[in-house]
């Protein structure tokens, strides 16, 4: 088949564009940048500028919908925020004959922004963390607990997360929070939970799970990203807390969260309505991918056994871009790389999700150019990394774009 993903820019769509090709599928990608990580590999064929998604998703969709008629395509492929405007769009997809897999808006509306989510969660019993919803700017100088973590309702890549440790960071956040944060509903407060993080991933076909992964993240990358993940060793009771949220809602398509795998069981901090980085999933015997093509396509696809435990996988892009938040510089760059290429320490047995290069050698470009770029100067991490999340992330404005528009 002749696949448009929806993203060229993030890791998510990376990771798809692989597995579809390996499939034997023909790929192309959308982006508002020429310069974007599908650009960088054999596996798509072609990547069609369009405008911005972020402020302007109908705008987005008009364009997307023109490539993908004009290219003769058999499927829209969700990969990343794209899917909130897909959703909103379903009816006006479906008469033009786009196929793509969404959940239905309302259920998307639930789960979109973080204090939605958090609404959601709490009705449905799921586990968080200790959460207080602040409506004012004076309900959150006045916040006494710390540390803390402000959450406003649109955004990615910790972008929307603030970590404040005492009242002067608060009355800074109060102070830069936008009036328009409060006037849409306000932002949550949650305290911090021990453990680790575990990221899970599932697909649902109408409100059924058919296929579902969960992964601890045993080292951060850059913006929260994980460099290096290992597949759960008993990913029963976190699976299943997302299982009961899909069936809910009534879901249809993938859906992700993140949880912190606490002494009392996991508190789910984050909600991702869409499919996020299933390389692991698929290094441990499950796929992601290939349900979600079926649902795409009208078809049901049957449900997958749980993967093998313990299976190690790692994004060096990100473990180098990493290197720069951290501080460590040109020597932690080096040490990073080295590592990588002798196999050793947290690369022992591991496996590259992101860019393998054996038979794709454009995969290394990304990676070549980001080390030199950090060398140069490690402060360009921050460009580096901000780059993709801007082609792809929806802003507050374009989220209520959406909301005054009737659903078509």
Not at 90 to 118: H, I, M, N, W, Y
Not at 287 to 304: H, K, W
Not at 359 to 370: E, F, K
Request: hydrophobic residues 45%; positive net charge.
């Amino acid at each position: 088949m002749k696949i448009l993903l929806s993203d060229g820019s993030g890791l998510t769509a990376r990771q798809v564009a692989g597995r579809l090709s390996a499939s034997g599928h023909q790929v192309e990608a959308l982006s508002p940048r020429w310069l974007c990580l599908c650009r960088f590999t054999r596996h798509v064929r072609r990547v069609h500028r369009v405008p911005s998604y972020g402020a302007d998703p109908l705008g987005w969709l008009d364009a997307a919908v023109g490539v993908y008629r004009a290219g003769g395509f058999d499927v829209l492929f969700p990969t990343q925020e794209q899917v909130a405007v897909l959703s909103h769009s379903a009816g006006r997809l479906q008469a033009t004959g786009v196929r793509t897999a969404v959940p239905p808006f309302e259920a998307l509306r639930a789960l979109q922004d973080k204090v939605s989510a958090a609404a959601t969660l709490g009705a449905l019993g799921i586990p968080q963390p200790q959460t207080a919803f602040l409506r004012t700017a004076e309900d959150l100088r006045a916040w006494s607990r710390f540390p803390v973590f402000i959450k406003t309702p649109i955004g990615t890549a910790t972008a929307a997360v603030r970590r404040a440790d005492s009242a002067a960071a608060l009355r800074t956040a109060a102070a830069e929070l936008a009036d328009a944060v409060f006037a849409g509903g306000g932002v949550i407060a949650q305290e911090p939970a021990d453990g680790p993080l575990a990221m899970v991933q599932a697909v649902f076909a109408r409100g059924e799970m058919v296929a579902a992964h969960a992964n601890l993240r045993v080292r951060e990358g850059a913006r929260g990203g994980a460099s290096h993940k290992r597949s759960v060793d008993e990913p029963g009771a976190v699976v299943a807390h997302l299982e009961a949220l899909g069936r809910a809602l009534h879901w249809h398509g993938a859906l992700s969260a993140d949880a912190i795998l606490t002494g009392d069981g996991p508190v789910f901090i984050d909600v991702n309505p869409r499919l996020v980085e299933p390389g692991n999933a698929w290094r441990s015997g499950v796929d992601l991918v290939g349900p979600l093509l079926d649902l795409a396509c009208g078809s049901t696809p049957a449900a997958q056994p749980p993967g093998r435990p313990g299976v190690a996988t790692h994004q060096l892009l990100l473990a180098a871009l990493g290197a720069g938040a951290d501080g460590r510089g040109r020597r932690g760059l080096a040490a990073e790389i080295l590592a990588a290429l002798t196999r050793t320490g947290q690369y022992r047995r591991s496996t590259e999700e992101l860019t393998p290069v054996k038979g794709d050698p454009l995969a290394a470009v990304p990676l070549v150019l980001a080390t030199a770029a950090i060398l140069i100067r490690p402060s360009l991490w921050s460009w580096l990394a901000g780059g993709s999340v801007a082609g792809y992330a929806l802003t507050p404005a374009g989220w209520d774009s959406l909301l005054t528009v009737p659903p078509a």
